[in-house]
């Protein structure tokens, strides 16, 4: 975490290699959390491109010795939201919807957690396996108590693990 901290200060110094690297660090959670909401790989990688923006446009908003991933993951999560937001108005003129079981390849640990988590689960499940975020950072984050997110976590997991068990 000190890591991206130093590299968000390198950043707002004027330091392009450290926006790459910082890229290279954070790219695979950004993905997998952003996943959550979009369920396909097109549409994920288009708002990837918007949060990496930001998070270069928006450098003076950040306080150096601040939690960096939380940073990085609200901007992510806004960014996320404003997407989604203007897709609905979009939506609802068009007409055109795509069912949910079109948005994501079939068999994946993705398309398993799309159709037996709720959306506060996969984000609890990302947060805390591939971001490495402790039960009480998200709580933090989501404005939960931690025993809430640790037995959600939990529950997530075993519901998981029994859909897996039984579609092999």
Known sequence: MKELDRLLVKMQGGDNAAFETLYARTKRGVYAFLYTYFHNSCDTEDVMQTVYLRIKTGLHSYLPGSNAR???????????????????????????????????????????????????????????????????????????????????????????????????
């Open 70 to 168: 939380a940073w990085i993951l609200q901007i992510a999560k806004n960014c996320a939201l404003s997407e989604l937001r203007r897709r609905k108005d979009e939506i609802s003129i068009d007409g055109l919807e795509i069912p949910a079981e079109e948005r994501f390849e079939e068999g994946s640990v993705t398309d398993v957690m799309k159709r037996v988590l709720t959306e506060e689960e996969q984000q609890i499940v990302t947060l805390h396996v591939l971001w490495q975020y402790k039960h009480r950072e998200i709580a933090e984050m989501l404005g939960v108590p931690t025993g809430t997110v640790t037995s959600k976590y939990k529950r997530s997991i075993a519901k998981l693990k029994k859909t897996i068990k039984e579609e092999e």
